[in-house]
């Protein structure tokens, strides 16, 4: 027999249970010094019927295999260095299935939950530049479609309760629907866990960004009423205060953003999304608060 039809022979069409056994690497976070790279390493929970995310680390040299940071029946995602290297944040759902920041050492040990927030998601970690607090978006899952909610109608044998619309876009595929709760700003002390809400409203917020003092964070949304109505998305930058206060919004170019980032001065950049009839193309423009124009980088 020739080797190539010893190949052809070895080789079969893809099927349904194949899939079931990729995994995916996603989300490289470069530690502050530089010598090692946490990331996250997805597989398929064929018992629950759903993804299960695990936190490993590997050499920024590739000197050593990668290893394993953490694992279980959970689902582990976001690793975030401290600023100081000595501690990993992370998104986990490994208390009640319900999503909590936990911190774990950089050199491994027991990882610990921070925040102690109600049933809802986390998402956008974020530690502020002298460690002491990790910003974040929380949305809040409406009581009625909490996991105890739901098990108690469960064991009564009653009904969901109608839901009720009020926005055009009311769901996302893979994620449910939105029963109008909405990502807000966050910010949680590093040490106590006390978390309190920086921002409100019927108004999703998205990509934070701390200032160089770790005094202000900037934030995109796009708080028009009729947003969801218009068919275009009018993201602007948003700042507030860390402490506590209003909301302000940054002169910017019209058009969908993303990615706001500052340098030292403060001034906060964020990539614009321009559509065009050919295709789609994007181009960086730089915005200084308060009042100053937004100049074009690219």
């Known amino acids: 027999m020739s080797k190539n039809n010893a190949n052809t022979e070895t080789k079969r069409p893809i099927t349904a249970d194949d899939l079931l056994t990729l995994q995916g690497i996603s989300d490289p976070q470069v530690s502050p010094d530089g010598a090692r790279v946490a990331f996250v390493r997805t597989a398929t929970d064929t018992e629950k019927n759903t993804y299960r995310g695990e936190i490993w680390a590997a050499p920024a040299d590739g000197s050593r295999p990668a290893r394993k940071f953490t694992g279980g029946k959970w689902n582990d995602n976001e690793p975030r260095w401290s600023p100081d290297g000595a501690q990993i944040a992370f998104v986990s759902d490994r208390q009640d299935e319900q999503a909590q920041v936990f911190l774990i050492p950089a050199d491994g040990g027991e990882a610990s939950a921070l925040t102690r927030l109600e049933p809802g998601g986390i998402r956008g970690l974020r530690w502020s530049p002298d460690g002491a607090k990790i910003a974040f978006l929380y949305r809040a899952t409406p009581h009625a ?31 449910g629907y939105f029963d109008d709760s909405y990502w807000q700003v966050y910010v949680a002390d ?90 789609r193309t994007t181009t960086a423009s730089s915005c200084c608060p308060p009042r100053a124009a937004p100049r074009r980088a690219t």
């Open 145 to 175: 479609y909490t996991k105890k909610a739901t098990e108690e109608r469960k064991a009564k044998g009653l009904s969901a309760p109608p839901r009720v619309h009020t926005r055009l876009g009311y769901r996302l595929d893979g994620f």
């Open 190 to 279: 590093a040490l106590t866990g006390e978390a309190r809400a920086l921002t409100g409203g019927e108004f999703s917020c998205g990509d934070i960004c701390w200032s160089p003092d770790g005094q202000t964070l900037a934030f995109l949304s796009d708080r028009r009423l009729d947003g969801d109505a218009s068919g275009t998305s009018e993201t602007q930058i948003w700042t507030v205060p860390v402490s506590g206060g209003d909301i302000a919004a940054l002169p910017s170019p019209p058009g969908d953003k993303g990615g706001p980032r500052t340098d030292a001065r403060w001034p906060t950049s964020a990539t614009r999304t321009r559509r065009t009839s050919g295709g």
